[in-house]
Structures are given as structure tokens and as C-alpha cells.
């Protein structure tokens, strides 16, 4: 049995990031502590046309938002490095995201529960973005 036990290894715990979607922060303040934690890769794994990054937890990190499993951390920064450019222009000087897992209705009723400004926007079936923009 212990042999068994220690093969499991170390269970990741999950770290909630919703206090920082009150949408009064800059994507970069928002963004580079999760990197700086190691909690966030820091090469974006997908750039859109309009300069939004697209950024996963790292192997091992469990990141939640309002109880949900966040699936991707998505910004753009103006001028930021660590922002990449895209195609077209830019979204906004300022705009992050949290992509979770979770149906739109029971998204937006926790975000509204928390009193924050985020919008809520359908991303696929069960698949829904907590939006900020400055």
C-alpha cells in the first residue's frame, strides 16, 4: 500500500484568480503575475488577428474562476512584450480574459453573485469567456 501511495505523486490544488477580474486592473497585471508564479505558460499557444494571446496553465496548475476550471488566460496589452502582435488591429489597449469551463447562464451568475464588471461571452457548448476590456 504505501508503495501504491507514493506513486501517486503530488496532487495539484486548485488557485482561484477571480479577484482579479474585476476588471480594474491592465492585462499585464492581470498576466504577468501568473507567469512570474509559474502558474501560466509564457509563450501564448495561439495569437489571434486581433492581437489577443492565448496563454495555458501550466502542466500541474489547476486554475479556477468563480469554481470553474479555467481552460485558457487570453490578453493583449499595448506595447507589452509579453504580448505578441496579430494580423489586424488590435482589440483594445487593454483587454484579459479568463476562458472556463462551464455553461454561460451558471458563468454569469456567479460573476454578477461577485458584483464584477466582467462580461460574459459564449465561447463553445460548456465553454464560456469571463472578459474584461479597458
Known amino acids: 500500500m504505501p508503495i501504491a501511495l507514493a506513486s501517486l505523486g503530488t496532487f495539484a490544488y486548485a488557485q482561484p484568480i477571480e479577484a482579479q477580474l474585476d476588471c480594474r486592473s491592465t492585462a499585464h497585471d492581470f498576466i504577468a503575475p501568473l507567469q512570474q508564479n ?9 495569437i489571434e488577428p486581433n492581437y489577443v494571446n492565448a496563454f495555458k496553465p501550466t502542466k500541474g496548475t489547476a486554475l479556477t474562476a468563480y469554481g470553474f476550471k479555467v481552460f485558457a488566460v487570453v490578453g493583449y496589452q499595448k506595447d507589452d512584450p509579453i504580448f505578441k502582435p496579430g494580423r489586424d488591429k488590435p ?40 472578459f474584461c476590456k479597458r
Open 38 to 46: 509559474d502558474l501560466l505558460e509564457t509563450k501564448p499557444m495561439r
Open 91 to 130: 482589440i483594445a489597449d487593454s483587454a484579459y480574459s479568463v476562458v472556463v469551463i462551464g455553461s454561460d447562464d451558471a458563468v454569469q451568475e456567479k460573476v454578477s453573485a461577485a458584483g464584477s464588471d466582467a462580461d460574459v461571452h459564449h465561447v463553445a457548448p460548456f465553454i464560456t469567456a469571463i
